[in-house]
């Protein structure tokens, strides 16, 4: 099967600018984590969807962060404007639940955010 | 809350030799799911192994192998036979099990080098 597709992979941007990353889950997987990953650290949710509605989204720094997952599949996480401290890399990942079973996380690889 | 942690930052094992990277946890559910994620260098994480937390066999996936004390809420993964394609950062990550499908929380990872 497909993985999680991610884009861009890379992105060096100037603080307050703006920037969005895009997110493909694995087909039928119902819920969509948006991760953030400062360096040497472990990922931090910020934001989780089941289908196209919002199950936690209480990390979300909202007055600068934005997420939407449009006919729940592929999901936007925009960033405006940016801050140095968001420099770290982007995780989305997809998740198959149901049925009591849990077979944890498929990931993207990532973007990479840099804010100069 | 729940909490991860991962008391070793980094750990070193020489090739085909067998290593145990630590993770203890807190929370107060009685019934969850614990997992242990691989990043390598290139940054895509995979799952290494998942273990649910009213079992009390102790989960295997070949090489890998995890040791789960509930009551001490301690969940270590042993990697036997080492290769040099295990170098990578390792996460443990606890999730609820929850109808909704809910967020995992992730310690702050193990690096671990294989020496040839």
């Known amino acids: 099967e497909a993985g999680v597709a991610q884009s861009p992979r890379y992105k060096i941007i100037e603080k307050r600018q703006s920037v969005a990353f895009w997110c493909n889950p694995i087909?039928?997987?119902?819920?969509l984590y948006w991760y953030q990953q400062i360096l040497g650290q472990g990922p931090k949710l910020l934001i989780q969807?089941?289908?196209?509605?919002?199950?936690?989204d209480s990390q979300l720094p909202k007055d600068r962060f934005s997420a939407e997952r449009l006919k729940g599949v592929d999901s936007t996480l925009k960033i405006q404007p940016a801050k140095l401290e968001d420099s770290a890399v982007y995780l989305c990942?997809?998740?198959?639940?149901?049925?009591?079973?849990?077979?944890?996380?498929?990931f993207g690889s990532g973007t990479r955010l840099t804010v100069v | 809350a729940q909490t991860v942690t991962q008391s070793q930052p980094e750990m070193s094992v020489q090739e085909a030799e067998t290593v145990t990277l630590s993770c203890t946890y807190d929370?107060?559910?009685?019934?969850?799911?614990l997992f242990w994620y691989k990043q390598p260098p290139s940054r895509q994480m995979i799952l290494v192994i998942r273990?649910?937390?009213?079992?009390?066999q102790n989960a295997t996936e070949n090489r890998f192998s995890v040791n789960f004390q509930k009551a001490a809420k301690s969940f270590s993964l042993k990697i036997s036979d080492s290769q040099l394609g295990d170098a990578a950062m390792y996460f443990c990550?606890?999730?609820?099990?929850?109808?909704?499908?809910?967020?995992?929380?992730f310690g702050d990872g193990t690096t671990l080098t294989v020496k040839p």
């Open positions: 990942a997809s998740s198959l639940t149901g049925g009591g079973m849990d077979y944890g996380y498929t």
């Open positions: 087909s039928g997987h119902a819920t």
């Open positions: 969807f089941q289908n196209n509605g919002v199950v936690d």
């Open positions: 929370t107060s559910e009685s019934d969850y799911y």
């Open positions: 273990q649910e937390a009213y079992k009390q």
């Open positions: 990550a606890y999730r609820r099990i929850n109808t909704n499908a809910g967020k995992s929380t």
